[in-house]
Protein backbone atom coordinates (compact mmCIF):
# COMPACT_ATOMS: atom_id res chain seq x y z
CA UNK A 1 0.00 0.00 0.00
CA UNK A 2 1.74 3.25 -0.89
CA UNK A 3 0.88 5.88 2.00
CA UNK A 4 0.99 9.38 2.70
CA UNK A 5 5.12 8.71 3.18
CA UNK A 6 5.29 9.50 -0.52
CA UNK A 7 4.45 12.78 0.12
CA UNK A 8 5.23 15.00 2.60
CA UNK A 9 2.88 17.73 2.74
CA UNK A 10 0.84 17.79 6.21
CA UNK A 11 -2.76 17.69 5.82
CA UNK A 12 -3.26 21.40 6.25
CA UNK A 13 -0.93 22.02 3.24
CA UNK A 14 -2.78 19.47 0.77
CA UNK A 15 -6.15 21.71 1.68
CA UNK A 16 -4.50 24.68 0.76
CA UNK A 17 -3.24 23.34 -2.23
CA UNK A 18 -6.44 21.63 -3.43
CA UNK A 19 -7.96 25.20 -2.92
CA UNK A 20 -5.51 25.94 -5.23
CA UNK A 21 -6.61 23.59 -7.86
CA UNK A 22 -4.04 21.17 -7.41
CA UNK A 23 -5.14 17.38 -7.86
CA UNK A 24 -2.74 15.79 -6.65
CA UNK A 25 -3.56 16.94 -3.03
CA UNK A 26 -7.02 15.19 -3.38
CA UNK A 27 -5.50 11.75 -4.20
CA UNK A 28 -3.36 12.33 -1.31
CA UNK A 29 -6.06 13.47 0.93
CA UNK A 30 -8.04 10.58 -0.41
CA UNK A 31 -5.25 7.52 0.02
CA UNK A 32 -4.98 8.88 3.74
CA UNK A 33 -8.43 8.99 4.68
CA UNK A 34 -10.70 7.25 2.22
CA UNK A 35 -10.69 4.02 4.42
CA UNK A 36 -11.90 5.45 7.49
CA UNK A 37 -14.25 7.96 5.64
CA UNK A 38 -15.85 4.65 4.12
CA UNK A 39 -15.79 3.20 7.45
CA UNK A 40 -17.95 6.14 8.71
CA UNK A 41 -20.11 5.41 5.56
CA UNK A 42 -20.83 2.22 6.25
CA UNK A 43 -21.57 2.82 9.84
CA UNK A 44 -24.10 4.87 9.06
CA UNK A 45 -25.65 3.71 5.78
CA UNK A 46 -25.61 0.00 6.00
CA UNK A 47 -25.19 -0.32 2.93
CA UNK A 48 -21.24 -0.84 0.67
CA UNK A 49 -22.37 -0.26 -2.55
CA UNK A 50 -24.44 3.51 -1.27
CA UNK A 51 -22.18 3.72 1.16
CA UNK A 52 -18.83 3.99 -1.86
CA UNK A 53 -21.26 5.93 -3.76
CA UNK A 54 -21.37 8.48 -0.99
CA UNK A 55 -17.52 8.43 -0.65
CA UNK A 56 -17.34 8.99 -4.15
CA UNK A 57 -20.09 12.12 -3.81
CA UNK A 58 -18.12 13.78 -0.34
CA UNK A 59 -14.36 13.89 -2.20
CA UNK A 60 -15.84 15.14 -5.42
CA UNK A 61 -17.80 17.80 -3.13
CA UNK A 62 -14.11 18.54 -1.51
CA UNK A 63 -12.42 19.44 -4.84
CA UNK A 64 -15.28 21.34 -6.05
CA UNK A 65 -15.56 23.12 -2.65
CA UNK A 66 -12.26 22.95 -1.34
CA UNK A 67 -12.58 26.51 -1.03
CA UNK A 68 -15.08 26.48 1.86
CA UNK A 69 -12.38 24.44 4.37
CA UNK A 70 -11.60 26.68 7.15
CA UNK A 71 -8.67 25.98 8.87
CA UNK A 72 -9.77 27.69 11.91
CA UNK A 73 -12.44 25.40 12.78
CA UNK A 74 -10.26 22.14 12.75
CA UNK A 75 -7.97 19.69 11.31
CA UNK A 76 -8.74 18.67 7.55
CA UNK A 77 -9.50 15.19 8.81
CA UNK A 78 -12.04 16.59 11.35
CA UNK A 79 -13.75 18.71 8.45
CA UNK A 80 -13.70 15.63 6.26
CA UNK A 81 -14.75 13.25 8.63
CA UNK A 82 -17.42 15.99 9.93
CA UNK A 83 -19.11 16.02 6.27
CA UNK A 84 -19.08 12.72 5.26
CA UNK A 85 -20.97 12.02 8.79
CA UNK A 86 -23.26 14.84 7.93
CA UNK A 87 -23.51 13.92 4.14
CA UNK A 88 -24.39 10.27 5.13
CA UNK A 89 -26.68 10.95 8.36
CA UNK A 90 -28.69 13.25 5.37
CA UNK A 91 -29.24 10.21 3.27
CA UNK A 92 -30.01 8.31 5.49
CA UNK A 93 -32.82 10.45 6.73
CA UNK A 94 -34.44 10.68 3.40
CA UNK A 95 -34.04 7.14 3.07
CA UNK A 96 -35.56 6.66 6.14
CA UNK A 97 -38.66 9.01 5.19
CA UNK A 98 -39.07 7.16 2.12
CA UNK A 99 -38.68 3.91 3.56
CA UNK A 100 -41.50 4.79 6.97
CA UNK A 101 -39.14 5.97 9.95
CA UNK A 102 -38.32 2.98 12.55
CA UNK A 103 -37.86 0.05 10.10
CA UNK A 104 -34.27 1.82 9.20
CA UNK A 105 -34.06 2.92 12.66
CA UNK A 106 -34.16 -0.50 14.21
CA UNK A 107 -31.32 -1.70 11.41
CA UNK A 108 -29.36 0.99 12.91
CA UNK A 109 -29.75 0.58 16.47
CA UNK A 110 -28.77 -3.21 15.71
CA UNK A 111 -25.23 -2.91 15.35
CA UNK A 112 -25.12 0.14 16.78
CA UNK A 113 -21.91 -0.81 18.98
CA UNK A 114 -20.53 -2.95 16.05
CA UNK A 115 -17.46 -1.12 14.70
CA UNK A 116 -16.39 -4.60 13.51
CA UNK A 117 -15.35 -4.63 9.31
CA UNK A 118 -16.44 -6.99 6.78
CA UNK A 119 -14.47 -9.86 7.15
CA UNK A 120 -11.78 -10.13 4.88
CA UNK A 121 -11.36 -6.28 5.07
CA UNK A 122 -7.97 -5.48 5.86
CA UNK A 123 -7.51 -1.93 7.21
CA UNK A 124 -5.19 0.11 4.84
CA UNK A 125 -4.50 3.57 6.60
CA UNK A 126 -3.07 1.97 9.43
CA UNK A 127 0.23 3.95 9.40
CA UNK A 128 -1.57 7.40 9.46
CA UNK A 129 -3.85 6.80 11.64
CA UNK A 130 -2.91 4.05 13.61
CA UNK A 131 -1.63 5.81 16.84
CA UNK A 132 -4.37 8.37 16.65
CA UNK A 133 -7.65 5.57 16.16
CA UNK A 134 -5.49 3.68 19.42
CA UNK A 135 -6.15 6.88 21.21
CA UNK A 136 -9.26 7.77 20.11
CA UNK A 137 -10.52 3.36 21.38
CA UNK A 138 -8.63 3.64 24.46
CA UNK A 139 -10.49 6.62 25.35
CA UNK A 140 -14.12 5.33 24.15
CA UNK A 141 -13.09 2.27 26.14
CA UNK A 142 -13.23 4.52 29.09
CA UNK A 143 -16.34 4.99 28.95
CA UNK A 144 -19.53 3.18 30.61
CA UNK A 145 -21.54 1.42 28.02
CA UNK A 146 -24.81 3.72 28.51
CA UNK A 147 -22.30 6.33 27.72
CA UNK A 148 -20.75 4.97 24.65
CA UNK A 149 -24.39 3.76 23.34
CA UNK A 150 -25.60 7.21 23.62
CA UNK A 151 -23.23 8.96 21.71
CA UNK A 152 -22.91 6.20 19.30
CA UNK A 153 -26.94 6.28 18.52
CA UNK A 154 -26.77 10.42 18.26
CA UNK A 155 -23.59 10.44 15.97
CA UNK A 156 -23.48 7.28 13.94
CA UNK A 157 -27.25 6.72 13.57
CA UNK A 158 -28.36 9.82 13.65
CA UNK A 159 -31.00 9.82 16.47
CA UNK A 160 -32.46 13.02 18.71
CA UNK A 161 -32.19 12.85 22.24
CA UNK A 162 -35.88 12.16 22.16
CA UNK A 163 -35.41 9.11 19.63
CA UNK A 164 -32.51 7.97 21.89
CA UNK A 165 -34.49 8.14 25.13
CA UNK A 166 -37.17 5.81 23.19
CA UNK A 167 -34.37 3.38 21.82
CA UNK A 168 -32.94 2.07 24.80
CA UNK A 169 -35.47 3.13 27.82
CA UNK A 170 -32.91 5.70 29.36
CA UNK A 171 -34.84 8.76 30.44
CA UNK A 172 -34.32 12.24 28.52
CA UNK A 173 -32.75 13.78 31.69
CA UNK A 174 -30.00 10.87 31.99
CA UNK A 175 -29.57 11.02 27.47
CA UNK A 176 -28.45 14.61 28.11
CA UNK A 177 -26.23 14.20 31.10
CA UNK A 178 -24.62 10.66 29.53
CA UNK A 179 -23.98 12.59 26.30
CA UNK A 180 -22.13 15.25 27.90
CA UNK A 181 -20.27 13.24 30.41
CA UNK A 182 -18.65 11.04 27.35
CA UNK A 183 -17.88 14.07 25.59
CA UNK A 184 -16.19 15.79 28.32
CA UNK A 185 -13.91 12.67 28.94
CA UNK A 186 -13.37 11.87 25.68
CA UNK A 187 -11.88 15.37 24.94
CA UNK A 188 -10.07 15.52 28.26
CA UNK A 189 -8.60 12.03 26.69
CA UNK A 190 -7.75 13.16 23.27
CA UNK A 191 -6.53 16.75 24.07
CA UNK A 192 -3.08 16.57 22.74
CA UNK A 193 -4.45 15.19 19.49
CA UNK A 194 -5.79 18.20 17.24
CA UNK B 1 -31.34 30.93 27.86
CA UNK B 2 -28.75 30.95 30.51
CA UNK B 3 -25.19 29.24 29.22
CA UNK B 4 -24.99 26.35 31.44
CA UNK B 5 -28.99 25.16 29.57
CA UNK B 6 -27.26 26.06 26.17
CA UNK B 7 -23.52 24.05 27.16
CA UNK B 8 -26.03 21.01 27.71
CA UNK B 9 -27.56 21.70 24.13
CA UNK B 10 -24.15 22.41 22.48
CA UNK B 11 -23.42 18.62 23.77
CA UNK B 12 -26.29 17.19 21.98
CA UNK B 13 -25.18 19.36 19.09
CA UNK B 14 -21.55 17.58 18.89
CA UNK B 15 -23.29 14.01 19.34
CA UNK B 16 -25.65 14.98 16.67
CA UNK B 17 -28.79 14.44 18.65
CA UNK B 18 -30.14 17.89 19.12
CA UNK B 19 -33.36 18.86 17.45
CA UNK B 20 -33.48 21.83 14.83
CA UNK B 21 -34.71 24.18 17.86
CA UNK B 22 -32.27 23.30 20.14
CA UNK B 23 -29.55 24.01 17.21
CA UNK B 24 -31.51 27.52 16.47
CA UNK B 25 -31.14 28.30 20.45
CA UNK B 26 -27.39 27.59 20.19
CA UNK B 27 -26.57 29.76 17.25
CA UNK B 28 -28.81 32.72 18.81
CA UNK B 29 -26.81 32.47 21.88
CA UNK B 30 -23.24 32.34 20.15
CA UNK B 31 -24.27 35.30 18.02
CA UNK B 32 -24.28 37.50 21.12
CA UNK B 33 -20.91 36.78 21.23
CA UNK B 34 -20.70 34.26 24.33
CA UNK B 35 -16.96 33.11 24.48
CA UNK B 36 -17.44 30.38 27.35
CA UNK B 37 -19.79 28.73 25.54
CA UNK B 38 -18.04 29.44 21.87
CA UNK B 39 -15.43 27.81 23.90
CA UNK B 40 -17.12 24.61 24.89
CA UNK B 41 -18.84 24.30 21.25
CA UNK B 42 -14.76 24.25 19.33
CA UNK B 43 -14.22 21.60 21.90
CA UNK B 44 -17.24 19.20 21.76
CA UNK B 45 -17.41 19.40 18.20
CA UNK B 46 -13.95 18.54 18.36
CA UNK B 47 -14.15 15.46 20.78
CA UNK B 48 -17.17 13.87 18.37
CA UNK B 49 -15.54 14.45 15.47
CA UNK B 50 -12.95 11.92 16.13
CA UNK B 51 -15.92 9.19 17.26
CA UNK B 52 -15.28 7.65 13.51
CA UNK B 53 -11.78 6.98 14.41
CA UNK B 54 -12.68 4.13 16.58
CA UNK B 55 -14.03 2.84 13.22
CA UNK B 56 -11.59 0.27 11.69
CA UNK B 57 -11.05 1.35 8.41
CA UNK B 58 -12.28 -0.36 5.19
CA UNK B 59 -10.15 0.36 2.01
CA UNK B 60 -12.37 1.21 -0.91
CA UNK B 61 -12.35 -0.92 -4.04
CA UNK B 62 -10.32 0.62 -6.73
CA UNK B 63 -13.17 1.99 -8.83
CA UNK B 64 -14.03 4.73 -6.15
CA UNK B 65 -10.63 5.87 -6.89
CA UNK B 66 -10.90 5.58 -10.93
CA UNK B 67 -14.32 7.30 -10.94
CA UNK B 68 -12.73 10.16 -8.76
CA UNK B 69 -10.07 10.64 -11.53
CA UNK B 70 -12.23 10.74 -13.90
CA UNK B 71 -14.78 13.45 -12.25
CA UNK B 72 -11.93 15.77 -11.99
CA UNK B 73 -10.41 15.38 -14.79
CA UNK B 74 -13.52 16.21 -16.87
CA UNK B 75 -13.85 18.60 -14.73
CA UNK B 76 -10.14 20.24 -15.48
CA UNK B 77 -10.64 19.55 -19.47
CA UNK B 78 -14.41 20.59 -19.99
CA UNK B 79 -14.02 23.31 -18.54
CA UNK B 80 -11.09 24.59 -20.47
CA UNK B 81 -9.11 24.92 -17.49
CA UNK B 82 -9.64 24.39 -13.66
CA UNK B 83 -10.71 27.23 -12.88
CA UNK B 84 -14.81 26.34 -13.78
CA UNK B 85 -14.47 24.55 -10.45
CA UNK B 86 -12.10 25.98 -8.71
CA UNK B 87 -13.27 29.73 -7.99
CA UNK B 88 -9.79 30.12 -6.71
CA UNK B 89 -8.04 28.06 -9.32
CA UNK B 90 -5.50 30.30 -11.97
CA UNK B 91 -7.42 31.80 -14.81
CA UNK B 92 -6.18 30.37 -17.92
CA UNK B 93 -4.67 33.49 -20.04
CA UNK B 94 -3.15 32.10 -23.29
CA UNK B 95 0.56 34.17 -23.58
CA UNK B 96 2.82 34.43 -26.00
CA UNK B 97 5.59 32.27 -25.94
CA UNK B 98 6.79 28.52 -27.79
CA UNK B 99 3.83 26.35 -26.83
CA UNK B 100 0.85 29.17 -27.35
CA UNK B 101 1.83 29.60 -31.07
CA UNK B 102 1.50 25.74 -32.01
CA UNK B 103 -2.33 26.00 -32.25
CA UNK B 104 -2.00 29.32 -35.17
CA UNK B 105 0.74 27.41 -37.01
CA UNK B 106 -1.59 24.58 -36.95
CA UNK B 107 -4.86 26.26 -37.89
CA UNK B 108 -2.86 27.70 -41.15
CA UNK B 109 -1.74 24.07 -41.77
CA UNK B 110 -5.65 23.04 -41.69
CA UNK B 111 -6.67 26.08 -43.71
CA UNK B 112 -3.83 25.12 -46.19
CA UNK B 113 -5.03 21.34 -46.32
CA UNK B 114 -8.65 22.66 -47.15
CA UNK B 115 -7.33 24.65 -49.94
CA UNK B 116 -5.61 21.62 -51.53
CA UNK B 117 -8.80 19.44 -50.71
CA UNK B 118 -10.78 21.94 -53.00
CA UNK B 119 -8.14 21.52 -55.58
CA UNK B 120 -8.01 17.86 -55.68
CA UNK B 121 -11.54 18.04 -55.47
CA UNK B 122 -11.40 19.40 -58.82
CA UNK B 123 -9.34 16.31 -60.60
CA UNK B 124 -12.09 14.45 -59.09
CA UNK B 125 -8.89 12.49 -57.53
CA UNK B 126 -11.26 10.56 -54.69
CA UNK B 127 -8.91 8.54 -52.98
CA UNK B 128 -6.95 11.48 -52.16
CA UNK B 129 -8.88 13.71 -50.98
CA UNK B 130 -9.95 11.02 -48.96
CA UNK B 131 -6.41 10.81 -47.29
CA UNK B 132 -6.47 14.37 -46.77
CA UNK B 133 -9.17 14.48 -45.08
CA UNK B 134 -8.21 11.90 -42.97
CA UNK B 135 -4.88 14.04 -42.30
CA UNK B 136 -7.20 17.34 -41.41
CA UNK B 137 -9.13 15.39 -38.72
CA UNK B 138 -5.49 14.21 -37.61
CA UNK B 139 -4.12 18.04 -37.71
CA UNK B 140 -7.51 18.91 -35.82
CA UNK B 141 -6.86 16.39 -33.09
CA UNK B 142 -3.41 17.65 -32.78
CA UNK B 143 -4.76 21.12 -32.44
CA UNK B 144 -7.16 20.34 -29.63
CA UNK B 145 -4.75 17.91 -27.92
CA UNK B 146 -1.78 20.86 -28.04
CA UNK B 147 -4.79 23.98 -27.03
CA UNK B 148 -4.61 21.50 -23.94
CA UNK B 149 -1.26 21.13 -23.47
CA UNK B 150 -1.10 25.14 -23.53
CA UNK B 151 -3.82 25.27 -21.05
CA UNK B 152 -2.08 22.79 -18.73
CA UNK B 153 1.45 24.47 -18.47
CA UNK B 154 0.12 27.88 -18.13
CA UNK B 155 -1.52 26.12 -15.34
CA UNK B 156 1.37 24.70 -13.78
CA UNK B 157 3.28 28.27 -14.22
CA UNK B 158 1.01 30.01 -12.13
CA UNK B 159 1.01 27.01 -9.70
CA UNK B 160 4.70 27.51 -9.65
CA UNK B 161 4.44 31.28 -8.96
CA UNK B 162 2.06 30.50 -6.69
CA UNK B 163 4.06 28.28 -4.67
CA UNK B 164 7.17 30.42 -5.13
CA UNK B 165 5.76 33.22 -3.83
CA UNK B 166 4.24 30.98 -0.36
CA UNK B 167 7.52 29.55 0.18
CA UNK B 168 9.26 33.44 0.30
CA UNK B 169 6.45 33.92 3.10
CA UNK B 170 7.30 30.96 4.87
CA UNK B 171 10.98 31.88 5.23
CA UNK B 172 9.94 35.38 6.31
CA UNK B 173 7.87 33.54 8.81
CA UNK B 174 10.84 31.28 9.97
CA UNK B 175 13.08 34.32 10.15
CA UNK B 176 10.99 36.48 12.69
CA UNK B 177 10.54 32.77 14.33
CA UNK B 178 13.76 32.45 14.61
CA UNK B 179 14.88 35.88 15.92
CA UNK B 180 12.26 35.32 18.56
CA UNK B 181 13.43 32.30 19.89
CA UNK B 182 17.51 33.34 19.74
CA UNK B 183 15.78 36.69 22.00
CA UNK B 184 13.64 34.01 24.73
CA UNK B 185 16.85 31.46 25.00
CA UNK B 186 18.89 34.45 25.80
CA UNK B 187 16.33 35.88 28.32
CA UNK B 188 15.90 31.87 29.85
CA UNK B 189 19.55 30.88 29.94
CA UNK B 190 20.28 34.42 31.88
CA UNK B 191 20.32 33.94 35.74
CA UNK B 192 17.75 36.79 36.16
CA UNK B 193 14.75 35.11 34.66
CA UNK B 194 12.06 35.31 36.62
CA UNK B 195 8.42 33.05 36.32
CA UNK B 196 4.82 33.74 37.43
CA UNK B 197 2.04 31.80 36.69
CA UNK B 198 -1.25 32.92 34.79
CA UNK B 199 -4.61 31.12 36.25
CA UNK B 200 -7.84 31.02 34.44
CA UNK B 201 -11.18 32.56 35.72
CA UNK B 202 -14.57 31.58 35.22
CA UNK B 203 -15.57 31.08 32.48
CA UNK B 204 -12.12 30.34 31.12
CA UNK B 205 -11.54 27.59 34.02
CA UNK B 206 -9.22 25.65 31.47
CA UNK B 207 -6.90 28.77 30.20
CA UNK B 208 -3.32 29.00 31.86
CA UNK B 209 -0.25 30.72 31.27
CA UNK B 210 2.73 32.22 32.17
CA UNK B 211 4.69 35.22 32.11
CA UNK B 212 8.60 35.44 32.03
CA UNK B 213 11.01 38.85 32.56
CA UNK B 214 14.19 39.47 32.73
CA UNK B 215 14.51 42.42 34.54
CA UNK B 216 18.45 43.21 33.30
CA UNK B 217 17.60 42.82 29.85
CA UNK B 218 14.19 44.20 30.20
CA UNK B 219 12.72 41.54 28.48
CA UNK B 220 9.18 40.21 28.82
CA UNK B 221 7.27 37.27 27.57
CA UNK B 222 3.66 36.00 27.98
CA UNK B 223 2.71 32.61 27.42
CA UNK B 224 -1.22 31.73 27.25
CA UNK B 225 -3.41 28.17 26.73
CA UNK B 226 -6.74 27.16 25.87
CA UNK B 227 -8.19 30.79 25.32
CA UNK B 228 -10.19 30.86 22.08
CA UNK B 229 -9.38 32.14 18.90
CA UNK B 230 -11.51 35.61 19.07
CA UNK B 231 -13.48 36.97 15.93
CA UNK B 232 -11.45 40.07 13.78
CA UNK B 233 -14.23 42.08 16.10
CA UNK B 234 -12.55 41.40 19.36
CA UNK B 235 -9.02 41.47 21.17
CA UNK B 236 -7.10 39.79 24.01
CA UNK B 237 -5.42 42.89 26.25
CA UNK B 238 -2.83 42.95 28.58
CA UNK B 239 -3.24 44.87 31.41
CA UNK B 240 -0.20 45.51 34.21
CA UNK B 241 -1.44 46.52 37.73
CA UNK B 242 -0.12 48.50 40.30
CA UNK B 243 0.02 47.15 44.11
CA UNK B 244 -2.52 50.38 44.31
CA UNK B 245 -4.77 48.42 41.65
CA UNK B 246 -4.07 51.09 38.69
CA UNK B 247 -4.24 49.36 35.50
CA UNK B 248 -2.15 49.83 32.67
CA UNK B 249 -2.65 48.48 29.25
CA UNK B 250 0.18 46.45 28.05
CA UNK B 251 -0.38 44.80 24.27
CA UNK B 252 -3.16 43.20 22.20
CA UNK B 253 -2.90 39.53 20.91
CA UNK B 254 -5.06 36.69 19.75
CA UNK B 255 -4.50 33.17 19.74
CA UNK B 256 -4.09 30.98 17.22
CA UNK B 257 -7.07 29.51 15.84
CA UNK B 258 -5.40 25.93 15.27
CA UNK B 259 -3.50 25.70 18.65
CA UNK B 260 -5.65 28.06 20.84
CA UNK B 261 -2.49 29.23 22.42
CA UNK B 262 -0.04 32.29 22.17
CA UNK B 263 3.49 33.69 22.98
CA UNK B 264 3.18 37.64 22.97
CA UNK B 265 6.08 40.28 24.50
CA UNK B 266 3.38 42.63 26.43
CA UNK B 267 4.98 46.42 26.11
CA UNK B 268 6.41 46.70 29.78
CA UNK B 269 5.63 50.22 31.42
CA UNK B 270 8.74 52.38 32.36
CA UNK B 271 8.54 51.04 35.96
CA UNK B 272 8.49 47.09 36.07
CA UNK B 273 9.00 47.29 39.59
CA UNK B 274 5.80 48.87 41.11
CA UNK B 275 3.92 46.42 39.36
CA UNK B 276 2.26 43.31 41.10
CA UNK B 277 -0.27 41.86 38.62
CA UNK B 278 -0.61 40.90 35.24
CA UNK B 279 -4.72 40.38 33.91
CA UNK B 280 -6.09 39.25 30.50
CA UNK B 281 -8.92 40.79 29.35
CA UNK B 282 -11.23 40.36 26.35
CA UNK B 283 -11.72 44.08 24.14
CA UNK B 284 -13.22 45.43 21.26
CA UNK B 285 -10.53 45.33 18.49
CA UNK B 286 -7.92 47.96 18.73
CA UNK B 287 -7.50 47.44 22.78
CA UNK B 288 -9.48 50.04 25.68
CA UNK B 289 -7.61 52.89 27.66
CA UNK B 290 -9.23 51.03 30.46
CA UNK B 291 -10.63 46.89 30.80
CA UNK B 292 -14.36 47.05 30.21
CA UNK B 293 -14.39 42.92 29.78
CA UNK B 294 -13.79 40.16 32.41
CA UNK B 295 -10.32 39.37 33.48
CA UNK B 296 -10.02 35.51 31.73
CA UNK B 297 -6.24 35.32 32.98
CA UNK B 298 -4.70 36.63 36.14
CA UNK B 299 -1.46 36.26 38.21
CA UNK B 300 0.94 37.70 40.64
CA UNK B 301 4.47 39.35 39.43
CA UNK B 302 5.71 41.63 42.29
ZN1 LIG C 1 -23.04 31.27 26.98
Not at chain 1, 60 to 83: F, I, K
Not at chain 1, 158 to 185: C, D, N, W
Not at chain 2, 141 to 147: M, V
Not at chain 2, 164 to 176: D, F, P, Q, R
Request: some cysteine; hydrophobic content about 40%; charged content about 20%.
Amino acid sequence: MTLAHKDQRNDYELMAALARGDHDSLFQLYDRYSGVMLALCRRVLGDAAEAEQLLLDVFTEVWQRADRYDDGRGSPLTYLLTLCRSRAIDRCRSRRSRQGKWAAHETATDNSLGNVPDPGVTPSDGMVLGEQSRLVRQAMDSLTEPQRKVLELGYFDGLSQREIAEATGIPLGTVKSHVRMALIQLRQKLRNME
Amino acid sequence: MQCEEIQELIYLEAAGAADSAMVAAIRAHLATGCLACQATRAEAMLASAQLPLNLAPCPPSSKVKDELMRRVKSVAASSGAMSAGHPQAPTQKPTTGKLVMWPLVISSSIAAAFLLIAVLGLQTNQQLTNKVIGDVTTLHQLKKSLAHEVAQTNAISVAMKNAITSEHHKIAVLKTELTTAQGVEKMIGSPAMEMASLRGMPPMHSAWGRVMWNGKMKMWKLCAFNLPHLPNSKTYEVWMITAHGKKMPAGLFNTSSKTQSVMMTPHVPPNPHAMAEIAVTVEPAGGSPQPTGAVLLTGRIG
